[in-house]
Antibody, heavy 118, light 107 residues
Framework: EVQLVESGGGLVQPGGSLRLSCAAS????????MNWVRQAPGKGLEWVSV???????YYADSVKGRFTISRDSSKNTLYLQMNSLRVEDTAVYYC????????????WGQGTLVTVSS | DIQMTQSPSSVSASVGDRVTITCRAS??????LAWYQQKPGNAPKLLIY???NLQSGVPSRFSGSGSGTDFTLTISSLQPEDFATYYC?????????FGGGTKVEIK
């Protein structure tokens, strides 16, 4: 059974850093395209980043230069390193696996809340 | 970036009603469109991909149509478990973008 479990969220001050983890089971992270999507409280969904199976990465303009997506094959885990955090980064962060065809996400984690506040 | 506009932003309906939600892209996206359902406190769930393909395990009362810039999600007979927020997402190009959501509420 495919499962994604995020962790690492919490309260951080503006300008701080946080690393989110997404532990996968039931499939191999490095063989798949993986996304991070976030949702600010009471708001809609916003795509954040993707890592291709070949390692290429893309970011939303709002996080480019501050966030880094990566993975650890030995742990079958996806990461999102978030630096220079801003109040507007406050959101629930979801990791999601790309469907085999097309840029759609078929499996999602339960999400982890990141709160950026002084 | 491709902007996705959903309408209505909310709809009140009764069990058994037919509900239609529309999504418009700011430029043509062929059939690169998905629909997700999200219930409070839960992650989004993929319902429809490639505009009209039903994801495995999704009830057949959900259907999608459209291509180019205009798309529709239809729930043929609303069930109690369908009260949720629905989002469209374009998969044509990065950045992937979502519509603002349509909340389906109990009438």
């Amino acid at each position: 059974e495919v499962q994604l479990v995020e962790s690492g969220g919490g309260l951080v001050q503006p300008g701080g850093s946080l690393r989110l983890s997404c532990a996968a089971s039931g499939f191999t992270v490095s063989n798949n395209y993986m996304n991070w999507v976030r949702q600010a409280p009471g708001k809609g969904l916003e795509w954040v980043s993707v890592i291709y199976s070949g390692g290429r990465t893309y970011y939303a303009d709002s996080v480019k230069g501050r966030f880094t997506i990566s993975r650890d094959s030995s742990k079958n885990t996806l990461y999102l390193q978030m630096n220079s955090l801003r109040v507007e980064d406050t959101a629930v962060y979801y990791c999601a696996r790309k469907l085999s065809s097309g840029w759609y996400s078929d499996y999602w984690g339960q999400g982890t809340l990141v709160t950026v506040s002084s | 970036d491709i902007q996705m506009t959903q309408s209505p932003s909310s709809v009140s309906a009764s069990v058994g009603d037919r509900v239609t939600i529309t999504c418009r892209a700011s430029q043509g996206i062929s059939s690169w469109l998905a629909w997700y359902q999200q219930k409070p406190g839960n992650a989004p769930k993929l319902l429809i991909y490639a505009a009209s393909n039903l994801q495995s395990g999704v009830p057949s009362r959900f259907s999608g149509s459209g291509s180019g810039t205009d798309f529709t999600l239809t729930i043929s007979s609303l069930q109690p478990e369908d009260f949720a927020t629905y989002y469209c997402q374009q998969a044509n190009s990065f950045p992937l973008t979502f519509g603002g959501g349509t909340k389906v509420e109990i009438k």
